[in-house]
């Protein structure tokens, strides 16, 4: 597929060595060889990297339904959203077009079966279960995008600044590649263990996001993955990626599960364990 996207839209710059490449994630081959131990090591790590959790065909059929979601084929959803310099004019862009400036996705398993086939997989729950020692309860998705060239980056962060829970909810994020996801085209990158350091100051910088100051990069661990692999962290991880300055896109659909007993906060509860400017510090 051509590229149509113009090579003059800007990236937003960040510090340089703000992502580090020296150590790779190692990988439990598939959901099966999830035992024991590899459960402790997800408490103890904050994470686990699943080198092949979907079947080639599965990864086509999902990746089949992002397409027909950007494609318009489903006038009903409307959860799109297109990188910075293609928004005001994204509903006369061609199909490859659209295709090569959508940043995100969401709210799309009420509008795609397949998508939502994905979210209720029945081994994937049962490994969700066994990580929160509870019913897993869906609660957000996304499908988010690197586009060839022009795919931003999403600076450091915790998930659960963005959800109203207590900070001790055992929050579970869901990365599963469509694309390869590596280090040249933005793949994840973790800080382990930092879901034990309780939540983080965030700042509306380049994003909602942890100053970029307060990142400990001599600890980050980058975790490529071949489409079919997925990446399971605790809401509290820090993890992002960086820009993606190649001629290949980047496709993930990502789900977070909170348990059936969590209980909600208030968005001004959630601000003042993770807003800056609430906790009276600066970035």
């Known amino acids: 597929m051509a590229n149509t996207v113009p090579d003059e839209v800007p990236i937003d710059p960040y510090p340089p060595d703000l992502y580090q490449y020296t150590h790779q994630t190692d990988y439990v081959d598939t959901f099966d060889d999830i035992g024991d131990q590899e459960i402790a090591k997800f408490h103890e790590q904050g994470y686990l990297a699943i080198r092949q959790a979907f079947t080639p065909e599965q990864i086509q059929t999902y990746s089949q339904a992002i397409w027909d979601l950007i494609d318009g084929k489903n006038p009903d959803f409307k959860g799109l959203q297109a990188e910075a310099g293609k928004r005001t004019n994204f509903d006369a862009l061609t199909t490859d077009e659209r295709r090569d400036a959508v940043r ?8 795609d079966q397949r998508l939502k086939d994905l979210s209720e ?9 066994r990580l929160i020692n509870d019913t897993p309860i869906l609660f957000q998705d996304m499908g988010l995008i690197k586009p060839p060239r022009i795919g931003r ?10 959800f109203n829970y207590p ?3 055992p929050i579970v994020g869901v990365w599963v590649a469509i694309d390869s996801a590596t280090i040249e085209n933005g793949c994840l990158h973790i800080i382990p263990g930092s879901h034990k350091e309780g939540p983080q100051p965030h700042f509306s910088k380049r994003d909602w996001q942890i100053c970029d100051t307060n990142v400990a990069v001599q600890r980050d661990v980058t975790v490529p993955l071949e489409p079919g692999g997925c ?5 509290l991880t820090h993890h992002g990626s960086p820009s993606n300055p190649t001629d ?3 496709r993930a659909l ?3 599960y909170r348990p059936e007993s969590a209980v909600a906060l208030t968005k001004e509860d959630r601000m003042a364990m993770y807003g800056g400017e609430s906790l ?4």
């Open 104 to 111: 995100k996705l969401w709210q799309f398993v009420d509008h």
């Open 121 to 129: 997989d029945a081994t994937l729950i049962n490994v969700i279960t």
């Open 153 to 162: 980056e999403k600076p450091w962060h915790q998930d659960c600044a963005y």
């Open 167 to 169: 900070i001790d909810t």
């Open 231 to 235: 990446l399971i962290w605790h809401g």
């Open 248 to 250: 290949q896109r980047r």
């Open 254 to 256: 990502q789900y977070h």
């Open 280 to 283: 009276g510090v600066t970035c």
